[in-house]
């Protein structure tokens, strides 16, 4: 069975996403992670993203799992595949593999392509042809290919034919405006795979809201490749998401379609992706949302006491997700004791401490704060109740390297057109107060350098910091520039990178706040003592 | 073909939904016009707020095409249905129908009701028989019905036979842990009717995400009550929802189960129930999301221009929603023409100014822009090209209301821990050179406010102008604070909603340009001239 990724394509094409090639590169590593086996990563030659997402992924990604997968369309009507500009840079993208998209609705041939069914199927049969002859792997997507089926089944099935006698190796039935169910996904495919014979594949689209029933109905009438995006991503409804497919797959179909131990990375790996195309994960997603196993007080929760098999499909850390009762705490006290053995920090043994860890978590999500992407400014929370010890009323030794007296940033447009970002610093540290002032690109930036001048000489280590990744997300989206606003700043020494999270109820304030936080967890990281 | 919502018992179960009797009152108003047959209100005697429900909806509304259904257990083991008191509340609550939920999987009535199985046949036969004799019509839930299914088939057809001979109008096969996929529905509903002869139903949960597929896998196989929830609102995942359903079975399977024009209202009524449950409507819902036949890729918009048939499943218009044309740089000119055409500018004729926006849109997301989310920005460059005439050249009208001099925002930490935020603009309007300064709790905020001070009482159209929405993108998300910042802003006056869209290196700046464009935009809305 292929489970083929199309996020960094079709995906791509959902309303609100935008992904820069370096935001590409990261949704291409998480889904080798994952386990998938191909990873349709764009459309070479036609927009320069695409290609040069290819060259990158080359040279900096080494996949473990996956292959990439460049898409493209059959040669021009009336030319050759060879001299076909397209088809070049589909070659030239150096991807192992290459999906074409064909057409196989004869209304869209003649309306669209503007060319007749029969040299339709030459396009067809000279591209793949010549991608086969230059060593490359070759799928082909027939676009409407359950419509066209409905209109002209003997041509839609010539194209089937047409593309895998050519040497296509999977030929894939396309539901491109989405609007098939399942038993008719189910007739046609049975019908397409007796009378032809190819190994086919399925595309759904969402538009019915049965994507992920249509692709299971494909692989039930004998589909062995399936077109999938994380998370649904896909132009307007989406495409068939990848994660139900998958565990659908594995858990009520028995088959193994992953490397050992990744379906339990599904619901991080979900969440991950999201938060690269800077979208909320859908709380209610099937198996990988945070209320996929969350139950309600009342008849269901007295049953689960009994068994929790009771009231679940699965047991939910086959995916990494897991149960939540909504009257009590989201952060239980197993999840912080397994979060502080993930972190080296055991708390088996205190059961005050990790009441009360759970109790600040609980109050700082109640704010805002989210350390599900903040590892480092969890630990920080962690070592601070972990210093004040099993009593919580220690507070002797020093945990921070230096403290805030005050800051302030000035953004100015002047009337020359330019900015200016100018930030200043008071800060202690070693009994020594500490002023600096900076510029920068931006307001945070400008905070940025005048922490490092205020600081460097003291804490030499900082030199190798490097702020790697910024995120803002505006909270509580109803109320305009009023709102909460959390940011997640990523940082690296070279050698590591860690995250940490700041809220507050502007974004500059906020950032300062994940500013602090990433600097103080680099010196502790880098072995420094706390001075403060 | 019965249409049976639940979305007032089992779609409140919803992470995040707290329905009060007025918010259930105005649901209940809606499902009437869209028509459903069978509207369940809850249980009345389980908690206060259903048992006032009832009481209410009674003698407020008058329906015009629902049944009020009253859900409820079947009696306690060992006592009768006529001294049950839940069971007399049922009666109480004055509803026609009764929906009796009843175990069917033998592992529930030995671990939750820990009672016998002949008993919970009993249980069945006694309560629906008692209910019948009052003069109220049954209809029999069976809860975990697949699952018990698969464990003990005997005992579950047992079940259905025993509601069915005691008088219940329809058993309805619930996948209460939502667990199943369509082809396991179909085979187990075309068995059990076979083997019953009792009229079937079908409650779906969408753990597996298959919930609308695995509603029509039942109506395959011969059910003729379908339960659902507006938007799929329920527990866990969520329950089947109703609009697909109700779309497929009017446009896919041709049958009639709405009154007259109702189906044109479904998007409407879809959104209108997600605004009383205090819920964003789903972008990315079937058929009624705002996305449903948003078209983004230049691909599909060219041939969309041929005939839109080529790229949608079904006419939006049916549904009540409608088709949209995405700005992207993935579009080209024919999907400009279009969007222009949505907005109420023909570009029709004019191939040079469409090639002269194709470039600046493209310019401009390179730049960091993006235009789908932002059609007030897009405006706005539609209208500054159009002035220019078809040359190019010309720039004579006034297009803006305000000239900007300089700005600044200042963000400062005091010793205290308290924050300010200030902010200062310099404009010039109508020969007037403008200086304000204001406060706010954050530095967009400020700006914001200094803005409106300084122009309101040249523009007083400004003051009905309200911040709506506000999202910030860092892009280029591998180059920590260095990056491109881009801010979308909502922005409304109590009539209408507009969007737009600043880019630059720092979210302040960025704000601001996004804030010019909606201050401008809401302007022009409002009839008023331009004066620069």
Redesign the interface.
């Known amino acids: 069975m292929h489970i083929f990724d199309t996020t960094l394509r079709d995906g791509a094409?959902?309303?609100?996403i935008?992904l820069?090639v370096?935001?590409k590169l990261?949704i291409a590593r998480h889904l080798d992670d994952f386990g998938v086996g191909f990873i349709e990563g764009g459309w070479p030659g036609a927009?320069p993203r695409d290609t040069e997402f290819f060259a990158r992924a080359r040279e900096e990604i080494t996949f473990r799992h996956a292959q990439l997968v460049a898409f493209g369309a059959t040669r021009r009507a009336g030319g050759s595949a060879a001299d076909d500009l397209q088809v070049k840079a589909l070659l030239d993208s150096g991807a192992p593999v290459v999906t074409l998209v064909a057409k196989a609705h004869d209304?869209?041939v003649e309306?669209?392509l503007r060319t007749t069914l029969d040299e339709n199927l030459e396009m067809v049969r000279d591209t793949v042809s010549h991608l086969r002859a230059q060593g490359r792997r070759v799928f082909v997507d027939c676009e409407?290919f359950f419509d066209g089926y409905a209109a002209n089944p003997a041509y839609a099935k010539a194209v089937v034919r047409a593309a895998s006698e050519a040497g296509a190796d999977v030929v894939v039935l396309c539901d491109?405006?989405?609007?098939m169910?399942?038993?008719q996904i189910q007739a046609v495919t049975a019908t397409v795979l007796a009378d032809t014979g190819a190994r086919l594949g399925i595309h759904a689209q969402?538009?019915?809201?049965?994507a992920?029933?249509?692709t299971?109905?494909a692989v039930?009438a004998g589909a062995t490749h399936v077109q999938c995006t994380a998370n649904?991503y896909g132009?307007?409804?989406?495409n068939a998401?990848l994660f139900?497919v998958v565990?659908?797959l594995e858990l009520?179909y028995g088959r193994t379609v992953l490397p050992e131990g990744a379906l339990a990375e599904m619901t991080r790996i979900s969440h991950a992706i999201a938060e690269?195309v800077?979208l909320t994960p859908s709380?209610?997603?099937?198996?990988v949302?945070v209320?996929?196993?969350?139950?309600?007080a009342g008849l269901?929760a007295?049953?689960i006491k009994?068994?929790p098999d009771?009231?679940?499909?699965?047991d939910p850390e086959l995916v990494g997700n897991r149960i939540r009762m909504?009257v009590s705490d989201m952060a239980g006290r197993a999840s912080i004791e397994l979060k502080g053995k993930e972190l080296g920090i055991d708390l088996g043994g205190d059961r005050a401490l990790v009441g009360r860890v759970v109790e600040r978590v609980k109050e700082r999500e109640l704010a805002g704060y989210s350390y599900e992407a903040a590892d480092a400014s969890f630990e920080l929370l962690l070592r601070d109740e972990l210093r004040r010890g099993a009593d919580g009323a220690g507070d002797a030794a020093p945990s921070r390297f230096f403290r805030?007296?005050?800051?302030?940033?000035?953004?100015?447009?002047?009337?020359d057109g330019t900015?200016a970002?100018e930030a200043t610093v008071?800060l202690w540290a070693k009994d020594e107060r500490l002023l600096a002032t900076a510029e920068?690109?931006?307001?945070?930036?400008a905070l940025?350098r005048a922490l490092r001048v205020a600081l460097e000489r003291i804490y030499p280590e900082l030199a190798k910091f490097?702020?790697?990744?910024?995120?803002?997300?505006?909270l509580e989206?109803?109320s305009?520039?009023?709102?909460t606003?959390r940011v997640l700043?990523?940082?690296g020494d070279g050698d590591a990178e860690w995250s940490t999270v700041g809220v507050?109820?502007?974004?500059?304030?906020a950032?300062?706040h994940a500013l602090e936080d990433a600097y103080t967890y680099g010196l502790l990281r880098a072995g420094v003592e706390p001075a403060e």
Chains 1, 2 share one sequence.
Do not use: M
């Not at 969402?206 to 049965?210: E, I, L, R, S, Y």
């Not at 490097?466 to 505006?474: N, P, S």
């Open positions: 094409q959902r309303e609100g935008n820069s370096a935001d990261t927009n209304r869209h309306l669209a409407h491109t405006n989405g609007g169910l399942p038993a969402d538009d019915t809201g049965c992920v029933a249509n299971l109905a039930d649904g132009e307007r409804v989406g998401n139900p565990a659908a009520k690269v800077n709380t209610h997603q099937p198996y949302g209320s996929a196993f969350a139950h309600k269901h007295s049953a009994v068994d009771l009231y679940q499909h699965i909504l805030v007296e005050s800051w302030r940033a000035i953004t100015e447009n002047r009337p900015h970002n008071k920068g690109n931006g307001p945070v930036n940025d490097a702020l790697r990744d910024y995120k803002v997300r505006i989206g109803r305009g520039t009023d709102s606003t700043i990523s940082t507050a109820e502007n974004v500059i304030a950032s300062w």
